[in-house]
C-alpha cells in the first residue's frame, strides 16, 4: 500500500516569507510525528498528532511554527517569518498507535521535504 | 529520556556480517530497544526492536544483554544497500522517536 506521503519535496523560499509543508500519512493511522534534521544530526522531534489534537508539541522550537491536523489525517506544518536557520529537511512520520498504545508501534517516515531559506 | 551511546561509524565488507552496538546503561524496566536505519536522501525505516529476549527479521537480528544495559544489531551478510545510519532509540512507546546521531555504516565491495 501507500506509504507516508511529503510535498513539495523541496521547497525554496526567501528569509521572513511564509511556508506550508504537507504530510499525508498511511489510511488509518491515527498517530502522526513531524521531525526536522539539519546536515549530520539525527531527526528532532517537533510536534505529535493523537487523531486531530496536538498530544506534544513541545519541540516546536517558537511561535513562528504551527502544525494541524483538520480531519485527523492529512497534516501541515506552517512556518511563519522563516529564518536562515529554518533550513533542514522536515520529515513526516505515522503509525497505528492509540491511545495508551503499545511500545511495540513502528514509525513509518516519509522521504522528507528540504527547506532552503535564502 | 534515556540516552543511548553508538560509535559514530563503522566499515564492513560486503557478504560479512556486521555488528552494529549500542549501549544504554540508564535504561529504565519499560523502555523498549528500537532500531532505525536511514539510506542516503530517504527518511528513516524501521529495522529491528525488542524488550528483553534476542530477536530476528528477515533484516536483522538484535541481541541484548541480560542487564539490558546494551544491545548488538546484527546484519548477518552486509550487502552495499546496508549502507546507512543506524539509529539505537529507547522508547515507552506512544512517544516521539529521540534520534542521537547514530552510527554511519560503510560497506565495501
Known amino acids: 500500500g501507500a506509504g507516508v506521503s511529503q510535498t513539495p519535496s523541496n521547497k525554496v523560499t526567501e528569509k521572513g516569507k511564509y511556508v506550508e509543508l504537507r504530510c499525508d500519512p498511511i489510511?488509518?493511522?491515527?498517530?502522526l510525528y513531524w521531525y526536522r534534521q539539519s546536515l549530520g544530526q539525527g531527526p528532532e522531534f517537533l510536534i505529535y498528532?493523537?487523531?486531530?489534537?496536538?498530544?506534544?508539541d513541545s519541540g516546536l522550537p517558537n511561535d513562528r511554527f504551527f502544525a494541524v491536523r483538520p480531519e485527523g489525517s492529512v497534516s501541515t506544518l506552517k512556518i511563519q517569518r522563516t529564518e536562515r536557520g529554518d533550513s533542514a529537511v522536515y520529515l513526516c512520520?505515522?503509525?497505528?498507535?492509540?491511545?495508551?498504545?503499545?511500545?511495540?508501534?513502528?514509525?513509518?517516515f516519509g522521504p522528507g521535504t528540504r527547506l532552503t531559506v535564502l | 529520556d534515556a540516552k543511548t551511546t553508538q560509535p559514530n561509524s563503522m566499515e564492513s565488507n560486503e557478504e560479512e556480517p556486521v555488528h552494529l552496538p549500542c549501549n544504554h546503561s540508564?535504561?529504565?524496566?519499560?523502555?523498549?530497544i528500537h532500531w532505525y536505519r536511514q539510506l542516503p536522501s530517504q527518511g528513516p525505516e524501521y529495522v529491528i526492536h525488542?524488550?528483553?529476549s534476542n530477536v530476528n527479521n528477515r533484516m536483522a537480528s538484535l541481541a541484548i544483554a541480560e542487564d539490558r544495559k546494551s544491545s548488538t544489531l546484527i546484519l548477518h551478510r552486509a550487502t552495499l544497500r546496508d549502507a546507512a545510519v543506524y539509529y539505537c532509540?529507547?522508547?515507552?512507546?506512544?512517544?516521539?522517536?529521540?534520534f542521537g546521531k547514530g552510527t554511519r555504516l560503510s560497506v565495501i565491495a
Open positions: 512520520a505515522s503509525s497505528l498507535t492509540s491511545p495508551g498504545g503499545l511500545s511495540t508501534d513502528t514509525q513509518y
Open positions: 489510511s488509518g493511522h491515527t498517530a
Open positions: 498528532f493523537q487523531g486531530t489534537g496536538a498530544a506534544d
Open positions: 540508564t535504561i529504565s524496566g519499560t523502555d523498549y
Open positions: 525488542g524488550l528483553t
Open positions: 532509540i529507547l522508547s515507552k512507546g506512544n512517544t516521539p522517536l529521540v
